[in-house]
């Protein structure tokens, strides 16, 4: 089981750019999604969050300009972002809340990040 994030690369300031986390392997269910982020020297942060039934949670600093959004058929998650900032500059990181079987609790997975950089 494990979780593949995708979609980093260099950007323009103002430009977009849509992230991809695909869970992959026997999973039961899927509970909540997120990203997460981190710059240099800097703690990680979380960006957005979606619950399964869609329910969305955003950074004060990315309001407006990221939308989380999930296909549930696919087990996967997205991050679409728009008018990029240099300041939004770091690894992302998707995680996810799995459950493997019937009569497991739900645990945390990690992606295993994909690098934005915003610069011109």
């Known amino acids: 089981v494990q979780l593949q994030a995708s979609g980093g690369g260099l950007v323009q300031p103002g430009g977009s750019l849509r992230l991809s986390c695909a869970a992959s392997?026997?999973?039961?269910?899927?509970?909540?999604m997120g990203w997460h982020r981190q710059a240099p020297g800097k703690q990680r942060e979380l960006v957005a969050t979606i619950t399964s039934g869609g329910s969305t949670n955003y950074a004060d600093s990315v309001k407006d300009r990221f939308t989380i959004s999930r296909d549930n058929a696919k087990n996967t998650a997205y991050l679409q972002m728009n008018s990029l900032k240099p300041e939004d500059t770091a690894v992302y990181y998707c995680s996810g809340g799995l459950k493997l079987n019937y009569y497991s609790a739900y645990r945390i997975y990690w992606g295993q990040g994909t690098l934005v950089t915003v610069s011109s």
């Open positions: 392997g026997s999973i039961f269910s899927i509970d909540a």
